[in-house]
């Protein structure tokens, strides 16, 4: 006696069913695969574009110490600027339109350890009257600065040890925390559509000597 | 509401008359207006020779980014100042599938790029207006509203876009064919229009949100977290981010970053998330044209509110959506360009007069006025109409 259900019809609705399901699945698994494999393997283009020329230009104009570099509008030393820095004519030195900015440049095997002077306009706003700054050099960082109002052109002194430059390649990346526009509003992490008038830090000059021995 | 079933007994010459006829008199008319307007405002400012000329006029802003691309493919190249751009501007800022077509129709266009471009954005907006009203009578909604919706498309300020070589009028048209496809439960023809939305650019994997919530409305939620029980209805919004993702792809090969589209936004458009409010308050209190960007943009979340009135829950949640991402990036730096194409907010109002001729009619008239307003200062490259 059948119940009149044909089972061979139902079967292969559910076997397509779960067909497509299995499909899409595999789809789903594979974005989020492809997501982490690009998330791991992915790096800022233009970062390393820039960091690349004004690595390729050190390389070919390796720096001795003491340097003494000047930035600013037409300044030659600006090639050694990677990454998020602008010169413009109408505010001396270079400015900082991004939280991250790169000064790469090539020395030849330091003896001692070094200290890198960077002399700077730390930009604050009325919302933020204290701006934080990290230096980090080939991926160690070596401290962090409040800036801000008496003290905002004082300049940063980063002692680095010369196992960290070993190899006399130097990456120095300028980390800020706050991000303003140059007439005092306060813009967050953000820079309001593309007014170019932002900065973080103005940075005029840069020198490196061989730090005293302790 | 009852979904619209296109009669089978009338003739195709009554469905020509009663709906391709007026739809295509709304955009050859609007087109027509503005682009007279505009050509007006360029002969009397003085301009001469080439750049008195229609379409170069027509390519503003973004439009040489995506010719470029549509020209010469990608590029890490950055312009910077010396050309007018930004530090940290490049062609990764945009997506793919516009410049792709537009690519496609040049060699018919006798090489010539920039008409290439025109000609398919006037396409796309046609198109877009035959899908937006076909959605409003999906909805259920009678002839006046699609009508009514398909004419304040045209009219809408700065309109002028649709007919410019952007991406607008693409996004619009793929838009609505997804979701209008989803709608008639034709989940493989959504999937792939959602897929192509997404490579036009990324905010399209919004329509995720939309589909989302509509399967919620109209199975429940339990249903929606056993999608192994109707897989076919989940096409689309896995199909969504295929587009999206293929470009991340190409971006790795090409530079070494699938997140180029994002490095270049922060780095040369200043894109960075905000909270929605901040940026508010930032450009309410600016006290310049973005004072008024920000009071528009606000107006039109006000406007919006009209979808939950009609029990719009999907198209309510994607346009709310989309005005948040707006909000949360770099801010509203446009006054009306981006809430052009959230065409769900317009046939909930487009519904709201419909019943009132006169108002309908006075609404109209204030749009293309505004619109023609803004086709000027587009001709003249200002600002508001960025």
């Known amino acids: ?214 | 509401m009852t979904a619209y079933v296109m009669p089978q007994n009338d003739s195709v010459r009554h469905q020509i008359r009663d709906v391709l006829v007026p739809l295509v008199a709304m955009f050859l008319a609007s087109r027509l207006v503005l682009l007279v307007l505009a050509s007006m405002t360029l002969q009397l400012s003085g301009a001469h020779g080439a750049n008195s000329s229609l379409a170069p006029m027509l390519c503003r802003w973004d439009c040489e980014w995506y010719l470029g691309i549509a020209q010469h493919g990608y590029s890490t190249y950055e312009p910077g100042l010396a050309y007018g751009h930004a530090p940290g501007e490049t062609t990764f800022g945009f997506y793919p599938l516009y410049p792709l077509i537009v690519r496609f129709f040049t060699p018919l266009m006798g090489g010539d790029v920039l008409h290439a471009g025109i000609l398919v954005s006037n396409l796309c907006f046609l198109a877009a207006l035959f899908y937006v009203y076909l959605y409003v009578r999906e909805l259920g909604l009678n002839r006046s509203v699609g009508l009514l919706t398909a004419c304040m498309l045209c009219v809408f300020p700065q309109s002028i876009v649709f007919s410019a070589p952007l991406s607008e009028s693409i996004f619009l048209l793929l838009m609505a064919a997804a979701m209008y496809h989803f709608r008639r439960e034709q989940y493989l023809v959504a999937g792939i229009a959602a897929a192509l939305l997404t490579a036009v650019r990324p905010n399209g994997i919004l329509f995720i949100v939309f589909a989302g919530v509509l399967l919620v409305q109209q199975h429940g939620l339990r249903a929606v977290l056993a999608p192994w029980r109707m897989p076919e209805k989940f096409v689309p919004i896995v199909l969504a981010p295929l587009g999206m993702f293929l470009f991340l792809t190409y971006c790795y090969v090409a530079t070494g970053d699938a997140f180029a589209h994002e490095s270049t936004e922060s780095i040369g458009w200043g894109w960075a998330f905000v909270p929605p409010w901040e940026n508010l308050l930032e450009q309410l209190h600016s006290g310049s044209v973005l004072a008024l960007c920000a009071a528009i943009s606000i107006s039109v979340a006000l406007c919006s509110l009209l979808l939950l009135q009609y029990g719009m829950y999907a198209e309510f949640a994607f346009c709310i959506a989309s005005i948040l991402l707006i909000w949360c990036g770099q801010g509203v730096v446009s006054l009306f360009r981006y809430w052009m194409i959230l065409f769900p907010i317009w046939i909930a109002v487009a519904r709201s007069v419909a019943v009132r001729p006169m108002g309908a009619t006075l609404l109209c008239a204030l749009l293309g006025m505004i619109s023609g307003v803004i086709a000027c200062a587009w001709a003249l490259g200002s600002i508001i109409a960025l």
């Open chain 1, 1 to 214: 006696m059948g119940t009149g259900i044909d089972h061979r019809a139902v079967k292969p609705s559910a076997a397509r069913r779960w067909t497509s399901f299995a499909a899409l699945l595999a789809l789903g698994v594979g974005y989020i695969a492809a997501y982490l494999f690009f998330s791991a393997h992915s790096q800022n283009f233009l970062v390393v574009q820039r960091n690349g020329r004004a690595m390729a230009f050190g390389e070919t104009h390796p720096a001795t110490s003491p340097i003494t570099w000047q930035f600013g509008q037409n300044s030659p030393d600006n090639a050694r600027l990677g990454s998020g820095w602008l010169a413009a004519p109408s505010y001396p030195g270079v400015r900082l339109l991004t939280q991250d900015g790169w000064i790469v440049f090539v020395t030849g095997r330091p003896d001692t350890d070094m200290l890198l002077r960077l002399d700077a306009l730390v930009l604050t706003t009325q919302a933020v009257p204290r701006n934080t700054i990290e230096v980090s050099i080939n991926g160690t960082s070596l401290g962090s600065w409040q800036r801000g109002g008496a003290d905002a052109r004082e300049p940063i002194e980063v002692r680095v040890p010369r196992s960290l430059v070993a190899d006399g390649q130097w990456h120095v990346r300028v980390h800020v925390d706050h991000i303003g526009s140059i007439f005092g509003r306060d813009t967050g992490a953000a820079r309001n559509g593309q007014d170019l008038l932002l900065l973080a830090i103005g940075l005029r000059r840069a020198d490196s000597s061989n730090e005293p021995a302790r």
